[in-house]
C-alpha cells in the first residue's frame, strides 16, 4: 500500500520559515520524480515546486528564491523549505510521487498570519 505522509505544516508570522517533510512508503522511492503543490480556499491546486529523479529542479515563479525542494532517497523522503513566506503562501501544501501514475499526500495546512 502506498503512503505519503506530510508534516510540518502550521502557523506561521510572516516573514518567517517552515520545512515540510513528505514520508513515502510502498514505492520504489528513488525512481519517482516528486513534488509540492498547494491549494488556498477557493482556489485551484498549483505546483509550488519539483525535483526530477535526477535532482533537477523547478518552482513557481511566485516562490522562486524563497522555497526549496531537496530529496533524500535514503530516507524516503522530500522536503520543502519555506523561508521569507507570505501570507499569500497560506494554504494545504500537498506531496505527490509521480511515475506511471500519481500518489497524493493528504495535505498538511500552513498559514502565514501576524
Known amino acids: 500500500q502506498v503512503q505519503l505522509v506530510e508534516s510540518g505544516g502550521g502557523l506561521v508570522q510572516p516573514g518567517g520559515s517552515l520545512r515540510l517533510s513528505c514520508a513515502a512508503s510502498?514505492?520504489?522511492?528513488?525512481?519517482?520524480?516528486l513534488s509540492w503543490y498547494r491549494q488556498a480556499p477557493g482556489k485551484e491546486r498549483e505546483l509550488v515546486a519539483a525535483?526530477?529523479?535526477?535532482?533537477?529542479?523547478n518552482y513557481a515563479d511566485s516562490v522562486k528564491d524563497r522555497f526549496s525542494i531537496s530529496r533524500d532517497n535514503a530516507k524516503n523522503t522530500v522536503y520543502l523549505q519555506m523561508n521569507s513566506l507570505k501570507p499569500e503562501d497560506t494554504a494545504v501544501y500537498y506531496c505527490?510521487?509521480?511515475?506511471?501514475?500519481?500518489?497524493w499526500g493528504q495535505g498538511t495546512q500552513v498559514t502565514v498570519s501576524s
Open positions: 510502498g514505492i520504489t522511492f528513488s525512481r519517482y520524480g
Open positions: 505527490k510521487a509521480a511515475l506511471w501514475q500519481n500518489y
Open positions: 525535483i526530477a529523479i535526477g535532482g533537477h529542479t
